[in-house]
């Protein structure tokens, strides 16, 4: 009778431990988009340099105008090939589209005049 009344208190036990309910939004919050002061030196080297000038892409001897610089980048920000390609048409990169927080950014960053440090 011990064993059955130890058997039913475990059962329970497990039972209610069970229904536990995570919150995905607390576990994986969504990383914050800094949108102030952006500049060159600050989010947007990054930002080129892993979605534009890779190996292949965007770099010295590759055929295509390099993205390796500021004066590189700002060329394109002023001539309007880079909103276009990169925000408005999004075909650049070609693996798709950047992140929402990105391309705000950029867009943010070439319609504040693209400044190059803060």
């Known amino acids: 009778m011990k064993v059955y ?3 039913s208190i475990v059962i ?5 431990s ?7 939004e607390e576990l ?5 988009c800094n949108l102030e002061n952006l500049s060159y030196d600050g989010e947007i080297k990054v930002l080129i340099d ?3 000038a890779t190996s292949g892409c965007h770099v010295e001897n590759t055929g295509r105008v390099p993205m390796t610089n500021y004066d590189e980048v700002k060329a394109l920000v002023d001539d309007g090939r880079l909103r276009t390609r990169a ?9 798709g ?4 927080c990105e391309m705000t950014q950029l867009d943010m960053w ?4 693209a400044p190059e440090s803060n």
Do not use: K, N, W
């Not at 329970?12 to 209610?16: K, L, S, T």
């Open 97 to 100: 589209p950047l992140p929402a």
């Open 5 to 7: 009344h130890l058997l």
């Open 110 to 113: 070439i319609s504040a005049g």
């Open 87 to 95: 925000i408005e048409r999004q075909d650049m990169p070609p693996t």
């Open 18 to 24: 069970s229904c536990y309910y995570d919150i995905e």
């Open 50 to 52: 892993m979605s534009c």
């Open 28 to 32: 994986y919050p969504e990383p914050s």
């Open 12 to 16: 329970i036990v497990a039972y209610f």
